[in-house]
């Protein structure tokens, strides 16, 4: 390890050790807000034993931080030096979020997560819709777009006493793809799939505790398990904090990469490298896995303009509502669901992270020569990544 290197995980201690006494701060003045998920997961999520700052007020974190941002300023690794200046920026946004600062929902999404802060325009909405059709009617599908989709869903729907078998045949499937593909060392990790209701996500992970939480309020279609398979577990959230653990513990890795850190230049390539999971694994086998591609980009784009017409357009729930139901083809326990996401004001830009991280991470894949791909998994697995800095990948 090179004295930049060594300068690098030094200065990712002090880094890590900053960010969970933000956490620790941020939890002393949390006024719940009934969701009980989203209360309880606070800033970060850590495998870190490193022990946090005590801070008593905002001013101190970002004197620290700003000081920080500044030596790393001399890291050597350009990539590096990029993303830090960009992720300690966003948590110095997040800093000031906390403490009470009022920001525009525009000026959060940029500041905070590093992305265009963009809705998706109508003409690219309708773009979507018009593949989809196209592809619904190749499979044989009558009627409007609506009823295409409505036919399809019901055709290709589990049962909900099937999904606990469905998510188990898929997740074995799923890893031996990435144990095969990817990464050998994926060969003993185990992940249990578990049903649970009145939940504000379409599923989870917790790596702790090696399961995968799928919301059995809503109804899924096989292609739509598949790609939550992949986007929670192998090669997604699992797979991804498995491979940093791994690192830390051989010291090949910064210590930073042990935290999920909300609201951050970080959250979208890490959405990123999950929501293009079934494409790593070449897992695209059926005329139904490419439909749900389609309709997957529907659903994500959905998310976007639907917070923006919220907090930045400041339209009601009903009208949201409306929208998702016609745009993304809502059934209602899906867009309850999507607004307890929506309107939670820690989550609310987050919504940004999956369309804009799988955008970032697939203009990256897309160009990538097939003998080069091991050496892209690397790069993304193994690195702390911005939707920026994922692109200065050569």
């Known amino acids: 390890m090179t004295s930049m290197e060594k300068t690098d995980h030094r200065l990712a201690v002090e880094y890590t050790r900053i960010v969970l006494g933000m956490d620790q701060l941020y939890r002393s003045k949390l006024v719940k807000t009934g969701e009980a998920l989203f209360d309880n997961e606070g800033l970060t999520y850590s495998l870190s034993d490193e022990h946090p700052i005590t801070y008593s007020n905002w001013s101190d974190v970002k004197e620290d931080l700003n000081y920080l941002r500044l030596r790393y300023l001399d890291i050597e690794n350009e990539v590096r030096r990029n993303y830090m200046q960009q992720q300690i920026g966003s948590v110095l946004c997040l800093a000031d979020w906390c403490a009470g600062v009022q920001l525009p929902f525009r000026d959060k999404v940029r ?3 590093y992305v265009n802060e963009n809705p998706l325009s ?10 989809l059709d196209v592809a619904l009617a190749g499979r044989g599908y009558k009627g409007s777009l609506h009823e295409k989709v409505q036919a399809w869903e019901a055709e290709r729907r589990v049962p909900v006493a099937e999904l606990e078998t469905v998510l188990k045949e898929l997740l074995a499937v799923a890893k031996q793809r990435v144990v095969d593909r990817m990464f050998p060392q994926m060969a003993d990790v185990e992940v249990v799939p578990e049903i649970v ?43 991804h904090m498995r491979f940093r653990e791994l690192g830390m513990q051989s010291g090949d890795i910064p210590i930073d990469a042990s935290m999920v850190v909300v609201n951050t230049a970080s959250s979208s390539v890490f959405e990123g490298i999950a929501d293009n999971g079934i494409y790593f694994i070449d ?13 997957q980009q529907i659903r994500s784009t959905s998310g976007m303009n639907a917070a923006h017409m919220l907090h930045a357009e400041r339209k009601p729930e009903q009208e949201v509502a409306q929208f998702l139901a016609e745009y993304a083809f809502g059934e209602e326990n899906w867009i309850a669901s999507r607004l307890r996401f929506f309107t939670h004001p820690l989550r609310s830009p987050f919504i940004y992270t999956y369309w804009r991280g799988n955008e970032a991470v697939k203009q ?31």
């Open 364 to 394: 990256v894949y897309e160009r990538v020569a097939p003998e080069d791909r091991q050496r892209f998994f690397q790069f993304i697995y193994s690195r702390m990544l911005s939707a920026d800095t994922v692109k200065q990948f050569v």
């Open 283 to 295: 897992w695209l086998e059926t005329e139904d896995d490419h439909i749900y591609q389609i309709y």
């Open 197 to 239: 209701h009145d939940f504000p996500f379409n599923a989870y992970c917790d790596y702790v505790n090696g399961k995968m939480y799928l919301n059995g309020d809503i109804p899924f279609t096989y292609e739509g398990l598949k790609h939550l398979v992949t986007h929670e577990c192998f090669p997604g959230h699992t797979t």
């Open 122 to 131: 109508q003409a690219e909405r309708g773009e979507l819709h018009r593949r």
């Open 111 to 113: 500041g905070l997560l």
